[in-house]
């Protein structure tokens, strides 16, 4: 018997950047998008968009293949095969998952101001999931410094600015990055005073360290990859 | 970065392995592989080869550059430059360890490339650490390190980072803002 996965119709157009139609090249990009959503998450100091189409499309996957598994007798060599890809693919995708929540519950009130703030026809930053647990999160914690300090403090000093509370993500943190489409003219801001700003060249397939600010929109389009 | 998770990746790199099983192909998430056919070589993931090479089922075949002719090339070649060569495989490191610690009979030489590949990693991380102090030292903002691979560049990923970070918030405290990340 076997296993087919679920078949190129079935996954997002917005997925599919090449405009060949190969059942091959699709499976194959799926996964590599799966790797960089994963790498790029855990590099960067902020939270980046929400890549739920891409979530859905690879869980639907796994458990289209684990349904398949599940008809099978135990031993069959092609099994353990897609078994052992199921688990690898199924790490980077906890791993993707838990990174996002560690930055969403070190940064909730930033994230929560940002969704509400972005127009309607915007991407969200954040899956209806996400969206719950961080305002549960930012209620839960609210209730806790209430009980544990504030109700104590004097009438005036009773309230809590979250915003002001909960430090920001730093943008100028330094990071690695990989080019993979040519870029001109990226301004590098100089670090003392006595240095002046500069323009850089990214060739393809280089690597560079320099700060995120300056990169941020470079990452969510995809022109470059952490590392 | 966990160096587990740098030899994660280095696992999806293709390597030939030669099967002494037969299995029409099959279908992966991540492309399509096969068929197997004894005695014929087939490229595989390394994940993959190396869990039918400790199940006995295939012989796994040394990568091109995985010979010491070359190998010595290159690490005569990276001791004179003071730059890094560009080296064959992005994951040198990982499938030199991965590879000879499970397939080391299939490899000629194997003891020779164990002691080449160090002597490249130290001549390589030698260099790159001289590089990050004089990146701090002298406070530049942006470097080119091409032909750096991922497990090189992880060795010193939290530390450069890191200290970095607290450089530029130790300047920039000098002028009041929102508050930061800490």
Redesign the interface.
Known sequence: MSFIPVIKSEFPASLLQSSESHDHSDADLIQSLVFQAWLNEKFSPELMENKSELVECVMEQLTHMEENLQRVRKGDVKASVHRMEIDRIRFVLSSYLRSRLQKIERFFPHVLEKEKSRADGDPSFLSPEEFAFAKEFLANTEVYLRNVALKHMPPNLQSIDMLKAVPEPCLDSFVFLRVKERQENILVEPETDEQREYVVDLDKGSQHLMRYRTIAPLVASGAVQLI | ?DPAEVE??AE?EMVKIIPN?S???????????GPFNPGLPVEVPV??AL?LKQRQ?CRIVPPEWMDTDKLEEIREQERKLDTFTPIPSLYYMELTKLLLNHSADNIPKADEIRTLVKDIWDTRVAKLRLSADS?ISQ????????N?T?ME?NTT?SF??DS??Y???L??NLQPG?????
Not at chain 2, 23 to 33: A, E, Q, S
Not at chain 2, 178 to 182: A, E, G, L, T
């Open positions: 970065m994660f990746l999806k099983f299995l029409d192909k099959i279908y992966l998430i991540g492309g399509d592989l994940w993959l869990n089922k990146f406070q530049e903002a942006h470097a080119q390190l091409d750096l991922l560049i990923r450069l980072l970095l970070n450089m530029y918030k300047r920039s929102r508050s930061q990340d800490y």
